[in-house]
């Protein structure tokens, strides 16, 4: 039987009061694009440290092979020098610099001792060439967007001619166009022999693109499938521990008329005026109370900034008016629209949610205490209560942390969310707006949000959904809108809609 060119056999790595892995096994084979499965916190990003020695030799129990030979890797540059090439979900480029010199940095060809930089270019676009990146080689990384970062990260990997490439969510903040270059680049890796582990929680993706999965839960290996040979369903129930009967709850649709007096939120005429497109125009919509509002539409089509102006985040100029309850009010900020009952879960909670290196309970609270007169007395903070109402939220949200003292930055990106919508969820919002509230977390996670806005609906929440899952826009709106480059092209009730109707209108049609 031939030896896989990566065997990591019997892994364990433990944290203070956490074990992360337990005699977790794993191979994979030259040519294959082996997929990892699991939720938040089931050790798969543990597991791609140890074998990019993040965590390197000693500080975990196991071997780790590679081509049958044990590796005691000390650094990162150890593993780069054996052939492994790991691209994170924190991308490590510099946005100062040119795309060319990201790609070789550190490895910049030289002539008598001073920087080739023509070489270096024509080496970069050589390569970008090679696997149809079309990517500006002297644009600097800022310009670009997260998607084509992300490419660029990956252009890097290739330069170091890797063995075996390790991809952290590499489709998370890719559009469509660029997914199908990353599924091209993959295959012809595959046909060069190179190997590929390929972490995502899109299990579609790995039906399309992986030749095996291994399933972790708990920090344990729980199975190994070949894609021919297993289903959705298995992978699903092996993940969670559990089946999922259904992503997305059964609940009353609501109706296709509605009493003015149930109105939540109302937006009239709202217009954007920025230098960069997409800018708003004319936009008209309402959401009751009890009701899921879907928003969809392509990226860049105005969504994230229909939501930021009308919570008071919006950092150009706009105009329009706003309705709460009947009544207008003026939001200027987001203080304003927190004092009106409004909330807003952010698509990056990294950047706008959470202060990372700040523990749990001060994450939890830190919205609240703005709000909750009971927190504070004369600029004191309770440190009882405000304990109290975090461990509530801990319990009913079902936030895996081993304390509420630790930086919210060791939670996994599930866990990290669920502190994003805890915190919002403690002042008590009427109206709450959540943009792409799933996006990078597990199947197990999501049903759990999933449940708890469509709890939060039944209780008489009015809830804004912004997500790029139009599967997730189906199973939870009860009516959608959809954009098209910052105008409203189609507005659903959701009774027998499909994804070819939301599309046709995030075309422009």
């Not at 007096?261 to 936009?283: F, G, H, M, R």
Request: charged share 25%; net charge negative.
């Amino acid at each position: 039987m031939a030896v896989p060119l990566l065997d990591m056999q019997s892994i364990t790595k433990d944290f203070p009061g956490v074990r992360a892995l337990d005699d977790v096994n794993f191979a994979v084979d030259a040519g294959e694009i082996h997929a990892i499965c699991g939720e938040n916190g089931a050790g798969k990003s543990t597991l791609i440290k140890i074998l990019g020695a993040v965590h390197p030799y000693g500080t975990y129990e196991g071997k780790l092979n590679i081509n049958g030979t044990e590796q005691q890797f000390q650094n990162v540059r150890d593993a780069e020098h054996a052939g492994i090439a790991v691209i994170h979900q924190e991308l490590a480029l510099i946005p100062e610099m040119t795309v060319a010199e990201n790609i070789y940095l550190g490895r910049e060809p030289r002539k008598f001792g001073i920087i080739d930089r023509s070489k270096l270019y024509q080496d970069a676009g050589a390569l970008l060439s090679q696997f149809g990146l079309d990517i500006p080689l002297e644009g600097k990384v800022y310009e670009l967007g997260i998607g084509q970062q992300q490419l660029v990260e990956i252009a890097k990997a290739l330069s170091r001619n890797a063995r075996m490439l390790v991809l952290d969510e590499p489709t998370a903040a890719l559009t469509h166009s660029e997914v199908d270059i990353l599924r091209h680049i993959l295959t012809q890796l595959r046909d060069k022999s190179v190997a590929c582990i390929y972490i995502t929680h899109k299990l579609k993706e790995i039906f399309q693109i992986a030749d095996r999965a291994t399933v972790l839960r708990d920090g344990r290996s729980i199975a190994t499938h070949s894609i021919d040979a297993c289903s959705e369903e298995l992978l699903i129930s092996q993940m969670v521990g559990r089946e999922l009967t259904t992503f997305y709850p059964v609940r009353d649709r609501g109706s296709d008329s509605y009493d003015g007096i149930e109105i939540a939120l109302k937006v009239e005429d709202l217009y954007t005026y920025s230098s960069e497109p997409p800018n708003l125009e004319q936009i008209n919509f309402s959401v009751c109370r009890g009701e899921i509002l879907g928003i969809a539409g392509l990226m860049g089509a105005g969504r994230t900034e229909l939501i930021s102006a009308v919570f008071g985040a919006y950092t150009g100029k706009w105009e329009g008016k706003i309705y709460r309850d009947g009544t207008l009010i003026k939001i200027r900020n987001p203080r304003d629209a927190i004092r009106h009952g409004i909330a807003l879960v952010s698509e990056d909670r990294k950047r706008y949610g959470l202060i990372l290196d700040s523990v749990v309970v001060r994450n939890m609270t830190l919205v609240s205490l703005g709000v909750l007169k009971e927190l504070t007395s004369y600029n004191i903070v309770n440190r009882d209560l405000e304990y109290q109402k975090s461990n509530e939220s801990v319990d009913s949200l079902r936030i895996r942390t081993t304390s509420l003292d630790i930086p919210v930055k060791q939670l996994s990106g599930g866990n990290q969310q669920k502190v994003v919508l805890g915190k919002w969820l403690m002042t008590c919002p009427e109206v709450l707006f959540l943009d792409e509230p799933t996006r990078g977390i597990d199947v197990g996670a999501k049903a759990e949000i999933h449940a708890l806005a469509a709890e939060l609906a039944d209780e008489g929440v009015a809830i804004v959904l912004v997500s790029s899952e139009l599967p997730e826009i189906l199973g939870m709106s009860d009516r959608v809108i959809v954009l098209h480059e910052g105008r409203i092209t189609g507005e659903f009730i959701n009774e027998d809609l499909t994804q070819e109707d939301i599309l046709r209108c995030a075309a422009g049609a």
